[in-house]
C-alpha cells in the first residue's frame, strides 16, 4: 500500500491567457464618402418627366374611354401611352 508520509501530488492548473478586450466595431456596412460637389439636374429633366407620365396616363385613359379620334380603342394608342410611361421612368432614373 502506500507508504508513510508520501507527498500526494498535486495536479499543477494551468490558467488559459486572458480575452484581449477589443473595441466596439464598427457597423458591418461601408458608407461612401460624400462627394465634393453634388450633381443637379437641368430644369428640363424633371418637366419633361413628368409631362411624359401624365401624358402617358391621360392617353392610355382617353383611349380606353374611347375619347380619342377614332371612336374606338386602339392598339396605338395603348402603346404610344406606354412608350410615354416608359419615357418618364428612363427620365426618373437620371433625376439628381
Known amino acids: 500500500m502506500g507508504s508513510v508520509g508520501a507527498v500526494p501530488r498535486v495536479r499543477k492548473?494551468?490558467?488559459?491567457?486572458?480575452?484581449k478586450k477589443t473595441p466596439p466595431s464598427k457597423p458591418g456596412r461601408y458608407t461612401a464618402p460624400?462627394?465634393?460637389?453634388?450633381?443637379?439636374?437641368p430644369m428640363w429633366v424633371p418637366s419633361v418627366m413628368f409631362t411624359c407620365l401624365a401624358t402617358g396616363?391621360?392617353?392610355i385613359i382617353g383611349?380606353?374611354?374611347q375619347l380619342l379620334p377614332g371612336?374606338?380603342?386602339?392598339?396605338s394608342?395603348?402603346?404610344l401611352g406606354l412608350g410615354l410611361l416608359i419615357a418618364g421612368f428612363v427620365l426618373?432614373?437620371?433625376f439628381r
Open 71 to 75: 371612336g374606338e380603342a386602339q392598339n
Open 57 to 59: 396616363v391621360v392617353v
Open 34 to 41: 460624400e462627394p465634393r460637389t453634388k450633381k443637379h439636374s
Open 92 to 94: 426618373s432614373t437620371q
Open 77 to 79: 394608342y395603348l402603346f
Open 63 to 65: 383611349n380606353y374611354l
Open 13 to 19: 492548473v494551468t490558467r488559459k491567457p486572458a480575452a
